[in-house]
């Protein structure tokens, strides 16, 4: 027999992957056939998808991959601009017998701050209408998705349904939706339209929101008129009296009310606190402040020292002139005012009367308007916005499955790389924080304290700029070794000089007098400085 050949280990899990990503191809190929519509934008869209010539939609609309996916989707390139693009269907899709599900990805790889990101499923246009020409007034049956700018945030649903009475359109607004997801990760949009009037919003599969389509409780407005309205010219009576409660017209004001009373009074009983200083102000001129030296009085006014708290009124109770404090008058009432007693002409709160309202219909079901196109027509301000396998199906099941085979690995890849990353600036945050700490326990080293300024600069450089961390370490690391250096092996030797006469060796020695007291009074300064550091968060 001959030898048996092992493959090795980093090749199977390769050829696993393989076979893998081979199956969900292989089954999101075979549900294509389940699908009523489905666009992968595995190739190119142009001849498809039709883009508006619209003047207003500048916005360039590229094929492109999904950041760090070989997968290919619809992607909004540039910011502040407005798109529009369309997607005529071989045949109108009926919403009015059995299940719909309409599916879609968006991935906001930039975020979205003030945007739309949503789908409209055109009705049926007018005669002459064209794919190019479509914009914000081609009339649609369906919005569905993602809307997020200032207040408003909310995956959107609304329905664009025929008055049965007057044959207007009226949109109509699902009530309280779900909010978009904040992150840049790739989120799948579906909403499931049942013959039982239920309506579905999932996102990622998980359901975020069930409604009816004809409650008044879901929908804003109700699909259903009200029975009653009120009457529109009914007038409220003029002796209608809607005061519940009313002042006592017997009620008089006591003789001892004193309405000028003030509020407050001096304290009559309070002592001026021992020690109090009556000749010192709250805050003197600052003595070390000096004139700038370019200080130009014709064009910056009369120079004024500026004023710093008075030391001497921080260890004594107070400064400057004594008043008493002011305390709450108990002779004070106030405003006087009749007390309130029940109305006797009370009769409620008006309302005009109920009538039957004459635009009310019936409804068992929405009378959908069948689906003809699909259209993104948008405005936003972030670029990166990627579309992809937009769906529309009979089964809810159908959708499921589009979402394990087409969303939920790349889904499983972005979320892994998000946690990494997420981790590593959680480890570098860490490692930075104790960097610092140690940096401050040297600058805190008593040989160090000549350079104690410097060391802190560098230092608070760093904490405000946490990319430069390493050419902080090693500024530091430079700057200590320097002193360590000068410190074992001294400074530079001095020349030696020629002895002077008894004058001139009188003068050097006046000399190098003055020197040492200009230096020691310089070393005394810096020694009682106070330490700068600033103040960090722990």
Known sequence: MGERKWIPMGLAVMLLLFACSSLQLLSASDDNDDAIFYESFDGNFEGRWIVSQKEEYSGVWKHAVSEGHDDHGLLVSEPARKYAIVKELDKAVSLKDGTIVLQFEVRLQNGLECGGAYLKYLRPQEVGWTPKGFDNESPYSIMFGPDKCGATNKVHFILKHKNPKSGEYVEHHLKFPPTVPSDKLTHVYTAVLKPDNQLQILIDGEEKKTANFLSSDDFEPALIPPKTIPDPDDKKPEDWDERAKIPDPDAVKPDDWDEDAPMEIEDEEAEKPEGWLDDEPEEIDDPEATKPEDWDDDEDGEWETPKIDNPKCEEAPGCGEWKRPMKRNPAYKGKWHAPLIDNPNYKGIWKPREIPNPDYFELEKPDFEPIAAIGIEIWTMQDGILFDNILIADDDKVAESYRETTWKPKFNVEKEKQKAEEL?????????????????????????????????????????????????????????????????????????????????????????????????????QTSSAPRRRTKRDD
């Open 424 to 524: 590593t600036a959680s480890e570098s945050t860490g490692f930075q924080k104790k960097v610092f700490d140690l940096l401050y326990k040297i600058a805190d080293i008593p040989f160090l304290s000549a350079y104690k300024s410097q060391i802190s600069e560098l230092i608070e450089k760093g904490e405000r700029q946490p990319n430069v961390t390493i050419g902080i370490l090693v500024a530091v690391a430079a700057v200590f070794l320097t002193i360590f250096f000068r410190i074992i092996f001294g400074g530079k030797k001095q020349p030696v000089k020629p002895k002077k006469t008894n004058g001139e060796a009188t003068e050097a020695s006046n000399e190098q007098s003055s020197g040492a007291k200009d230096e020691n009074k310089e070393e005394e």
